[in-house]
């Protein structure tokens, strides 16, 4: 039986530079700045981290020099985003950030042949915990279903918990539904389930999620660590919560993420002003300014 992964994660932005390279150099500030703010961890290039958007060679400096959160913050968890439509790709992304010393990492399922079903998706799964996941280490899947397509049935999750309850460790869980969340909850009882929405953190940790891995927590990891003190002190939790849906609705309403985080993190926390890289476009200083103005209100 796997121990479960538990606490507030960021979903971490990736810093770019200029040019369009990755800022390698910034990240190991970055992932500090979030410890110090209450983060237990931080998953790497996964959505908001624009994972797919990097190559394998970017992806492998990225993980790599995430790592050296770990000389001032050494209990701080990271997890990677390998998921690919690749089953051999994800397999070494695995082995890589496994072997940098990576806790967990964060599977998308193969989102290019999207009718292969609960039976083809287990095929793909147990190979990729067979090949890739050692003991001591997990697995989580990723249920983003408006993103990859994909969803992540309970009827599987619930078999991959059963058939390797030592390296499965759980979801990620981005669909936005408390019940269905809730209902994961319920047949994982396990496993990790971590909400990708900040408006479920309060009501899924009452109902026994283990956390959350939240793109808002880049900016909003003290409420959320307040959230998550609160309530494993048995204390009432429903005017943080409140506090944290208004935050959440302020990105909610300015998509794409990644270009409303980094924009903030610069105006807010005087970090340097990220890109984003295409599809996705950066916000205009009107946007940038309204933004601010809306972040402020708060």
Known sequence: MTTRLEGIYAAA?????????PDLEALPGYLGFLAARGCHGALMLGTTGEGPSFSALERQAI????????????????MAGTGTPSLIDTIEFNKQVFELGYQAVVVLPPYFFRTAGDEGLFDWYADVLYASVPDGKQLLGYHIPAVSG????????ERLAAEFPRQ???LKDSSGDLEHGLNLVRRLPN????????RLLGPALGAGAAGS?????????????QIWDAHKAGEDISALQEEMDRARAVLDERLPAPAFLKAMLHELHRFAR???RAPLRDFAEAQVREALTAMKAL
């Open 13 to 21: 932005v990736t810093p770019i530079l200029p040019n369009g390279a």
């Open 63 to 78: 993980w790599g020099k995430a790592t050296e959160v770990w000389e001032e913050h050494p209990d701080f968890v990271l």
């Open 150 to 157: 994909v969803g992540l049935s309970a009827d599987l999750l």
């Open 168 to 170: 499965f460790g759980g």
């Open 191 to 198: 496993q990790s389930v971590l909400v990708g929405n900040d």
């Open 213 to 225: 891995i939240t793109a808002l927590a880049s900016l909003s990891s003290p409420l959320a660590r």
């Open 274 to 276: 990220w890109p984003v």
